[in-house]
């Protein structure tokens, strides 16, 4: 695949799971556009980002090939696919900002809609201090309120039942033996975000059905914390749909 | 084992779940009393109940050696192990006024806190409604409203991230090649949770630790709600997690 031939796609967000994305894609020959909110501001950073994350710049050194752009001008870049790796309490403003940019493309989501900092009666502990509380949950989800803040654009939540270097690489965990999740109204949408998956290695991908059962794969950060916590802290791991 | 020899269980409801354990129970050789809120009232009824479960007291007559009580007496019965199949809206206040006959004992807890006819802005349609709503949920769950309410009980949630017949015939999914969770804040009571699961056929129980793990658990309802409508209704599957 030569670089004029190549499948452009979107990556929004500059964190671990932007960068796991961004590079596993710019390795299988995508031309990747990343969007920051504000690129002089995300190459100007010389320390580390809150987690650990070596500074942007640095990174995007060691990965040539990878374009950091505006949000918006990553979005209108990608051909049909992008994927929102802004962390779950600013997607939905984000991305309405940006809504005109994706008008009919796909839009793969796997934000986790976590409430940092917000007091609990009853707080679950955990090695870095607390779970943080999720909202929307239950009764709505971060999928449902994008997809209705941008009617145009085709919302697939998938992804975040997984860490995101997993999701990119899922044969280092039982040869790639568990199972990934898609949920969403349109159909190609969950056929092109599948396609992606088995690039990435995922052999099988369970359709859940509407952008409601988002609220599913959204509410599993519990389980998913839990079972990575009883494993400990950093052991891989998959969880797969016997049938 | 003969009859004198036999441990002594109590299962309390007798809904399709309380009914697939105490079955098994009796199978394996235990000697079971079952709990209900007025073991009159639920002999007399000679109509199939809300769920289309046949008259329990021709469900009785069809499984010999079953003791029908009050939630009180069954509780007090047991030896060591009582199994919540209550109705999760009802759990709190039933186990409460029954604290007394299972102080020291291990409350097996595998209710979901549903709050059936709850309105909501943005409902989940399924094939027989909505989905209800879950109350607790996320900041709070329902195993520790029961372990708080009940302080001198070992609480541990289990069985909860399954239909209870699969709970007690595992290997009818995958040879039995899934996971069950225990979770709860005594070490022995989950071991005798896992001793009880191991005699039901599980050989993947994974302890996610305290008690507040039954967050995780009981919101993964919506998951394999969607997971089994996305399979087809009725479809038996398990959750493994790989590792």
Redesign the interface.
Known sequence: MTNTQATKIAVLGTGGGGRAHAAKLAGLGYEVHVGTRDPQATLARTEPDMMGNPPYQQWLADHPGITLNTFAEAAAAADEIVINGIDGANSVQALTAIADAMAGKVLIDYAVPYLYGAE???P??TPWGTMP??DP????SLG?QIQRALPAVKVVKSFVTQEQETVVNPKT??GG??TMFV?GEDTDAKKAATELLTAYGWSDV????GI??A???E??A??????G???GLG?????????
Do not use: Q, Y
Request: proline share 4%.
């Open positions: 609990m009666e009853h679950w502990p509380k999720l949950c239950d009764t709505d449902e965990v039982g033996e568990h949920a369970l359709d859940l059905g409601v059962t609220r599913g794969l509410m599993h519990g389980m998913h914390s839990a079972i916590l009883a494993l052991t891989p791991f998959g969880v797969k749909v016997v049938r």
